[in-house]
């Protein structure tokens, strides 16, 4: 079956750097892919929306400017956390669907020292 | 809007007795149901989905659920538990739509805490 790979699953950074999470479509190509966050103990919330050669769509309350989605390929999207701060520490999963169904990565725990 | 519901935090059962946990959703249409574990610090397993046909779904892991669109209920079931089923489940609902434009809203989980 399709397969969505999330690189890296774990990553521990220092506050104020910037950390990027990439998911990438295996097997299929992906016009479109979500990012999705899930806070301890609570169930996933969904960031953006990344879009394959456009601007990313951003649910609200999610800060675009520190949240920076690229999808330059059908293949690849990369989310950058930038400066990032202790808070930031999380669980983030990406997903994408080569038809009816839904891959998930196997998400990335990142932790902000 | 889409909303999924998932009324019990955590579920408790004994091992080898059978299981049950519930969804009930909100979404216009009929839309594509699931069900996803997941395991400590780990991503999501896809267990079962329900796209059309039979209401009665099965899944993996032995794993089976039963679609009411009267009810707009996808409850999770298994007639025998096992400790290993222990685990934080999701069910999921996405509209039906062409492509993968369409996203996907979560319940807020159930832990699932099969007792030896």
């Known amino acids: 079956g399709a397969v969505v790979s999330q690189h890296p699953s774990r990553v521990i950074c220092k506050s104020g750097t910037s950390v990027k999470i990439e998911c990438r479509s295996l097997?299929?190509?992906?016009?479109?892919m979500f990012w999705y966050r899930q806070f301890p103990k609570k169930s996933l919330m969904l960031m953006a929306t990344s879009n394959e050669g456009s601007k990313a769509t951003y649910e609200q309350g999610v800060e675009k400017d520190k949240f920076l989605i690229n999808h330059a390929s059908l293949t690849l999207s990369t989310l950058t956390v930038t400066s990032a701060h202790p808070e930031d520490s999380s669980f983030y999963i990406c997903?994408?669907?080569?038809?009816?169904?839904?891959?998930f990565g196997q998400g990335t725990r990142l932790t902000v020292v | 809007a889409q909303s999924v519901a998932q009324p019990e935090d955590q579920v408790n059962v004994a091992e080898g007795n059978p299981l049950t946990v519930k969804c009930t959703y909100s979404v216009s249409g009929n839309p594509y149901l699931f069900w996803y574990v997941q395991y400590p610090n780990r991503g999501l397993q896809f267990l079962l989905k329900y796209i059309t046909g039979d209401n009665l779904v099965k899944g993996s892991y032995g794993f089976e659920a039963e679609f009411n669109k009267s009810q707009t209920s996808f409850h999770l079931k298994k007639p025998s538990a096992l400790v290993s089923d222990s685990a934080l489940y999701f069910c999921a609902v996405r509209p039906r739509g062409a492509g993968g434009y369409q996203k996907v809203t979560f319940g807020i989980g159930t832990k699932l805490q099969v007792i030896p």
């Open positions: 997903s994408a669907s080569p038809g009816r169904e839904t891959f």
């Open positions: 097997d299929f190509q992906a016009t479109t």
